[in-house]
Structures are given as structure tokens and as C-alpha cells.
């Protein structure tokens, strides 16, 4: 071999190398599905005409914000990553009209995260799921067949660019609320396996009980009377994490002095040192970035390894209070996390 081969091959080697160590960090990193609003409508219409070029038309999503949770956009570290469409009207089905990631967020085990969530939806509505696979993308239909879709017809002109061709699959095991878990397709962009990804959720009617939980564990005996009837309504102001469908974490905000005061945050012991505070208070922060609010918290004078977890992640201290706790020791620091004007 001269030292030109050489040098190819190592070449070759440093770049297999660079793209494997990026996807190891992203696996390792916090997935958050975020809501739509007004505030990111712009980031949905440019994951749409980047991961589906010529495929789609954004110019019909100025309303986007309103369709709930038939909308995601996957953010990993912070970063948004991918998106889900879905439609909920097309012959009594839970239609996924898109589900993709970035090229480079491929699999990373973010396209299963997105399926999950179009699962979960389809169990609560106790409808089936559908939709339509380019006839050329061999992954992508093995990938969903793996997870219960079957082959129900074929449309030669489906897509505007070649080839036109498409499978339209269905998927019937959710109808009667059956429970299935997502089976990762390596080969699928975006499907590799995530068995330890964190996803932050919003609290309904239905998991009001698994924040009560958090709450009574997390924190045994400091908020005895706290009420949950409208904890569903607080939308943005908390969420509860959660690892393998299992409720792990959770985030309490309100507004307080014009800025985004954070109540609680805290996660169960067996799961710390996993990222789960990184991905609650990342919640936090694109929040107050949305809100265009400066964050605070107090956080009690001796805990030296939360003072260092929100330094991490650009909170400094801006002032003391040495009454606050009621317990010794009373004193506490203020954090605080400033945005730019």
C-alpha cells in the first residue's frame, strides 16, 4: 500500500470515526418532543422542507399550532431534530403524513421516539395507524412492518418526484388500546435503538397521578397539601420525564417578578447522573427563551452538586437569601439564567 492508499484509508477511518462519536453523544443525549406554537412554527417548516425536499408544501402551516398533539418536533440537546405529522381524519385512522429526521440525527434512535408518540396517540383515540412508504425505501418499510404495519395496497402515483410509487401500510393493534413497544430497525435512518432516552411529556388528566407519585418520592413530606385537580392546565410550566414509559423526573415552573421562577425539579434517585435534570431544566430553558424571560431558582447553600449542575448550564448567582429554608441550613443562593434583550 503507498502513502497515498494510506492516507486514504485514514482519512476514511477519521471520518467513519468523527460520524460515530457524534452519533454515540446524540444517543446519549436528551430527547424532548416539544409542542408547536406560534414561537416555532418557523423551525417546523424548515425540518419539514430540509428532511422532505420537494415533498411538501409548508405554506399550509401557519395554523400548525392549533392541532395539539397530532404535532411534534423532536429536540436533541436542545437542538430540534426531527418531526411527526399526523392527521386524524383520514378514513377514522391516525394518518403519520411525515415522520423524519436530519441526516445527521439518523440512526440515533430518534425516529422511534417519534413513532412512540404517534402509538401512544393512537392508543388514546382506540384507532388504527397508516401511512404511505416510498416504494424504493426497503428500510423504512421493514422498519414498520417490524412494528405491526401490513402492506394494504400500492399507489403508483403517490409522490411528485421519482419514483412515484408508495406502500400504503396499516397498522390495527392499537384499536382495542393494546400496548406494543417500539422495535428498532438499525438499518431505518433515525431507528437504532434508544432503550435509556429521556422524553419529556406534558401532564394530562391520565398522568396526574404519576406527577402525585413523583411528587410524594421525590420530595416525601414537604408538600402534603398540595392540590393536582389543575395540574393538566399548566401547559408549559411542567412536564414529567420519563425513561422506557416509566415517570422518572418532573419540572414545576410559574411566573414570579416577571421572570420564569423554577419551583421543583428532581428526579428519582435510581435514575440521577442520567441526563434526566439535563433534559428537565433544558425544558425550562428554551421555555424562558420562548417567553423571552430570565430564569431564577433557589437552590439551598450547601448543595455544592446542584450549585455546579446549574453553572453547567449557565445559571450564575445573583443573590442570597438566608432565611429561606425552613429547615437548617436556611440560607440559599439565587440562580439566575439571563437571556439576551
Not at 414561537?39 to 425536499?53: C, H, Q, R, S, V
Not at 418526484?161 to 393493534?173: D, H, I, M, S, W
Amino acid at each position: 500500500m503507498n502513502n497515498r492508499d494510506n492516507q486514504q484509508v485514514t482519512s476514511n477511518s477519521k471520518i467513519f470515526t468523527d460520524k460515530d462519536a457524534f452519533r454515540e453523544t446524540v444517543r446519549e443525549s436528551a430527547v424532548v418532543l416539544g409542542q408547536i406554537t406560534q414561537d416555532n412554527i418557523k423551525i417546523l417548516k424548515t425540518l419539514i422542507d430540509t428532511i422532505f425536499p420537494s415533498d411538501y408544501t409548508t405554506e399550509n402551516y401557519e395554523d400548525a399550532d392549533s392541532m395539539g398533539e397530532f404535532e411534534r418536533i423532536a429536540y436533541c440537546g436542545g437542538k430540534p431534530a426531527g418531526v411527526i405529522v399526523c392527521d386524524a381524519d383520514k378514513s377514522d385512522m391516525l394518518y403519520i403524513s411525515m415522520i423524519g429526521t436530519l441526516t445527521q440525527y439518523r440512526k440515533c434512535g430518534i425516529g422511534s421516539i417519534l413513532l412512540e408518540h404517534a402509538v401512544q396517540l393512537a392508543q388514546k383515540l382506540k384507532k388504527p395507524m397508516s401511512l404511505h412508504v416510498r416504494v424504493d425505501n426497503v428500510n423504512a418499510k421493514s422498519f414498520y412492518e417490524k412494528n405491526g404495519f401490513i402492506v394494504k395496497d400500492f399507489v403508483e402515483e403517490y409522490y411528485k418526484q421519482e419514483p412515484k410509487g408508495a406502500f400504503f401500510l396499516v397498522n390495527n393493534t392499537h384499536v382495542e388500546g393494546e400496548i406494543s413497544k417500539i422495535v428498532a430497525n438499525r438499518e431505518q435512518p433515525g431507528t437504532s435503538a434508544r432503550s435509556n432516552s429521556v422524553i419529556l411529556r406534558e401532564v394530562t388528566k391520565e398522568t396526574v397521578s404519576n406527577l402525585k407519585m413523583l411528587m410524594e418520592t421525590v420530595f416525601p413530606n414537604m408538600y402534603p397539601d398540595v392540590n393536582f385537580d389543575h395540574a393538566h392546565k399548566l401547559g408549559k410550566f411542567i412536564r414529567i420525564a420519563y425513561i422506557n414509559e416509566q415517570p422518572i423526573g418532573l419540572i414545576i415552573c410559574r411566573m414570579e417578578k416577571e421572570m420564569l421562577y423554577i419551583a421543583l425539579i428532581g428526579v428519582l434517585v435510581e435514575y440521577r447522573r442520567q441526563r434526566v435534570g439535563s433534559a428537565l431544566i433544558q425544558h425550562a430553558i428554551s421555555f424562558g427563551e420562548t417567553i423571552k424571560k430570565h430564569i431564577h431558582l433557589h437552590v439551598q447553600i450547601d448543595n455544592i452538586t446542584a450549585q455546579q449542575f446549574y453553572q453547567q448550564h449557565g445559571f450564575i448567582e445573583t443573590e442570597r437569601d438566608y432565611t429561606y429554608y425552613d429547615e437548617p441550613p436556611r440560607a440559599a443562593f439565587i440562580y439566575t439564567k439571563k437571556f439576551s434583550e
